[in-house]
């Protein structure tokens, strides 16, 4: 593969994925999880979101050219969602019913929902996925390369939740507090860019002339 496809696909997925905006995601799920456990919680975190997104490489095209999925579509459903958890980091629990959750609670199951989905192997890291892997176009081998960009990307964002438990230890859960907030105002406007560009891909709105 020419090593400027592969410098643009290892780009494309280091945005998409974007392990850096993983961080407060990662600091606002593990606020109520004992300090010993956040590795753990960053590393299954990360291997639920390799299972994922190499399920899609494999067989994501498949599934949605079976079904007759849209992609616009998909991408609609995930920014919803995405936008649903902003709220949540934005706004927060109340205290009773957090102090009751944490009776109950496992601590690691906050690294399927929301870290490893929607955060990590968010619903544009999926669609990404599916395009450079398009069983039409990419021979097998260019698919293997793909993955171990994946893997390679994967990894860095395991670097930097493993800084983060350490800046978790640092600010405290106020610091953490406020930062998740801030950053579930953001998370929520990228949520609301994902429903538009899902929107535009499927004729509904044109961002294009609502731009010009």
């Known amino acids: 593969m ?8 290892f780009i494309t997925l280091l945005v998409v994925i974007d392990p850096v905006g993983s961080v407060p995601v990662f600091l606002f799920a593990v606020q109520s999880v ?8 960053a590393i299954r975190a990360v291997v639920i979101s390799a ?11 498949f599934l949605l050219e079976t079904i007759g999925l849209r992609l616009g579509s998909f ?17 927060g629990e109340s205290k009773a019913t957090s102090e009751i959750a944490e009776a109950e609670r496992d601590h690691l199951a906050g690294a399927v ?4 989905m929607p955060s990590i192997a968010s619903p544009g890291a999926m669609l990404a996925i599916v395009v450079l892997t398009d069983n039409h176009t990419e021979p097998l ?32 859960n106020t610091g953490v507090s406020v930062i998740s907030r801030v950053m579930g105002i953001v998370l929520a406007t990228i949520a609301v860019d994902s429903v ?12 294009g002339s609502s731009v010009s």
């Open 113 to 116: 929902f929301p870290l490893a």
């Open 2 to 9: 020419d090593p400027t496809v592969l410098i643009r696909e």
């Open 141 to 172: 081998i260019e698919q293997a390369i793909t993955a171990g960009l994946l893997g390679l990307v994967l990894l860095v964002t395991l670097i930097l939740l493993f800084l983060a438990s350490a800046v978790h230890r640092l600010i405290g």
């Open 51 to 61: 299972c994922v997104l190499l399920a899609f490489l494999i067989g994501g095209q």
């Open 75 to 91: 991408q609609v459903a995930g920014g919803i969602v995405l936008f649903i958890f902003a709220m949540t980091m934005i706004f």
């Open 196 to 207: 538009l560009g899902g929107l535009d891909a499927l004729g509904v709105v044109d961002l």
């Open 34 to 41: 004992p300090a010993h456990l956040h590795r753990r919680f």
